[in-house]
Every structure is written in C-alpha cells, then in structure tokens.
T-cell receptor, first 112, second 116 residues
Framework: DQQVKQNSPSLSVQEGRISILNCDYTNSMFDYFLWYKKYPAEGPTFLISISSIKDKNEDGRFTVFLNKSAKHLSLHIVPSQPGDSAVYFCAASATGGFKTIFGAGTRLFVKA | NAGVTQTPKFRILKIGQSMTLQCTQDMNHNYMYWYRQDPGMGLKLIYYSVGAGITDKGEVPNGYNVSRSTTEDFPLRLELAAPSQTSVYFC???????????????FGPGTRLTVL
C-alpha cells in the first residue's frame, strides 16, 4: 500500500529547460511535504518543503506546488542544470505522527 | 559539525552472521531513524527513536533491533543475517517538538550491506 507515489521512474530534460517531477499521495492526514535530492553513493539531502496551508513554495530555481484536492504535488526546476541530475524523493508526514513516508524516487537526467 | 556519520560504508556478511551498523549525529537532534533502500524502491523505515531510551518499530522492523542509550548514537543490530537484508541502510536525524510538524531529516552517507 503505497501512500506516496512517484509514477515516473525517470525523466530526461535538456539543460536550461524546465524539469517537472510529480508526486501523488493517498493519506489525507498528511500535512507536510518534502523533496529530497540524492546523488549516487550519498545520503538524501533536503531540498524544499511545503505545508498544507500553502499551495506554493519557492526557493531559488526550485518551486513546489501542492494541490490538496487532487492529493498531488510537483517540483519544478527552472532552469535545469546538469548538476541537478540526481534521484528526487517526495516525502510526506502528518503533524503529531512520527513517520515520514517516502516515494520510490524519480531519476532526473539533465542533458548538456 | 560532522552531521550524521555511519560506519561501515560497505560490508559483506554470510547468512546467519550478525553485525551492528553504527550511527552518530552531533547536531543534538532528538529524533533518529533507520531506513533501508532496495533497488528501485523508496526508503522504508525500519526503526525510529524520539529520544534517548525510547525506540519504536517502523514499517519493516523484522530481523533488526535498535537501542538509543545517548542522544548522539543509534546503532542498528542484525542478529541473523539473511539475503533479504541485502540493501543500503541510511541513518537520519531531525529535531522536532512533541506534537509538532516533523522537520527535515539529515541523512548519513549510507552503509551498503550484502548478505551471501
């Protein structure tokens, strides 16, 4: 029972274009969502987050959008750079809960 | 700050052997976690701890044990290694107030374990 789903295992984008990574969740109790980035042979690192009271959060080239009614969030990277090539994990948690649930990840390739 | 450190980086075990994966954080975080990542899969929570002396099971605890005697250390013990435990193991920590939203987790570099 996957509560957090990333349906695209991989995505290839040209340098300078927009990368859009998608994530769907099923648990309506989730109220905090995070994106992590992972390079090979390293642990995941936190990228950006969004609370359910917002529908958008920006940090430089990274923007996360949240659509609560659709239980869907997306990460936009503009402009994409070759150094953005990594695996991106979507994660969700509920206030008062102890666990964060991770999606399976999307591998992003940014071509120079 | 070193952040979250894990040892060893790699290990090969024979079936039935035991080992302890070490995890230490120097950020004074109250929460600590152990995850495993299998190929093509997300991170699955094995055990977590909300403070020294307090641990609880995650999604996939079978075959593992943990202890948390100090704020800094959170070792993961495999008692009877099985091929199904071949995976990459990540330790993480975070700081959160009780009943409040969970903050972002800081991860160690991982331990790649193979059981043959």
């Amino acid at each position: 029972d996957q509560q957090v789903k990333q349906n695209s295992p991989s995505l290839s984008v040209q340098e300078g274009r927009i990368s859009i990574l998608n994530c769907d969740y099923t648990n309506s109790m989730f109220d905090y969502f995070l994106w992590y980035k992972k390079y090979p042979a390293e642990g995941p690192t936190f990228l950006i987050s969004i609370s359910s009271i917002k529908d958008k959060n920006e940090d430089g080239r990274f923007t996360v959008f949240l659509n609560k009614s659709a239980k869907h969030l997306s990460l936009h990277i503009v402009p994409s750079q070759p150094g953005d090539s990594a695996v991106y994990f979507c994660a969700a948690s509920a206030t008062g809960g102890f666990k964060t649930i991770f999606g399976a990840g999307t591998r992003l390739f940014v071509k120079a | 700050n070193a952040g979250v450190t894990q040892t060893p980086k790699f290990r090969i075990l024979k079936i039935g052997q035991s080992m302890t994966l070490q995890c230490t954080q120097d950020m004074n975080h109250n929460y600590m976690y152990w995850y495993r990542q299998d190929p093509g899969m997300g991170l699955k929570l094995i055990y977590y701890s909300v403070g020294a002396g307090i641990t609880d099971k995650g999604e996939v605890p079978n075959g593992y044990n943990v202890s948390r005697s100090t704020t800094e250390d959170f070792p993961l013990r495999l008692e009877l290694a099985a091929p199904s435990q071949t995976s990459v193991y990540f330790c993480a920590s975070s700081f959160s107030l009780a009943g409040k939203r969970r903050n972002e987790q800081f991860f160690g570099p991982g331990t790649r374990l193979t059981v043959l």
